[in-house]
């Protein structure tokens, strides 16, 4: 199935969270499903996260050379950091215990990358350049250890997508208030019209 890489699609706030967020509907056995099933669509998301995450990645365009051969490691550093960042939401730190894989993950994307990263200004290196997707997501996934960002990580209780919320008093609830927020509250003014209803006609 061909995915339609739109605005809604990146909307965790950083490259690594909307890796994470391409399992739509985590933790429901009968709605869930995986958007890199066919591994193409990587490097269609590759692409299109380019243009996405253009400003956290200094301009520096995704690279992916085979979408079958990365797709392992791609989908290692997107369930360890899945696992981690979620866990840390609810438990609101970053649990110890599940490091190690998540750092293994990295390491392996980070390992095919012959590239410089960490520059002032440049934390993916030279934008001239392409640099390969799985360097970037672990670079990108590495970054979300900073403690004022895994105060800020949140899961949308609409879709239950990780983002990182960056509103001014940390009060945002929904991973993108025109997809998700709208459909709650189109879903609570349903059910208050249904409770309505039977009340008059109780």
Not at 54 to 78: K, M, N, T
Not at 103 to 111: I, M, P, S
Request: charged share 25%.
């Amino acid at each position: 199935m061909t995915v339609a890489w739109t605005p809604h699609r990146f909307a965790g706030g950083l490259l690594a969270l909307d890796t994470a967020n391409t399992v739509v509907l985590r933790g429901d056995p009968e709605r869930t499903f995986d958007r890199f099933d066919d591994p193409v669509e990587i490097a269609r998301f590759a692409d299109a996260a380019s243009g996405f995450r253009a400003v956290e990645l200094g301009d520096r365009r995704l690279a992916v050379s085979s979408p079958a051969a990365i797709a392992p490691v791609v989908l290692s550093i997107r369930e360890t950091t899945d696992r981690l960042f979620r866990g840390a939401v609810s438990k609101g730190a970053v649990a110890t215990a599940d490091l190690p894989e998540f750092l293994r993950a990295c390491a392996d994307g980070l390992a095919a990358g012959r590239t410089e990263i960490g520059a002032p200004g440049r934390p993916f290196g030279d934008p001239a350049t392409p640099i390969a997707f799985e360097a970037a997501l672990a670079v990108s996934a590495l970054s979300l250890l900073r403690g004022d960002t895994v105060a800020r990580l949140r899961i949308c209780p609409n879709c239950t997508w990780l983002f990182v919320d960056r509103s001014r008093n940390s009060s945002r609830l929904w991973c993108d208030m025109a997809v998700c927020g709208n459909r709650q509250k189109a879903s609570r003014h349903y059910r208050r019209r249904i409770a309505a209803n039977e009340v008059r006609n109780g």
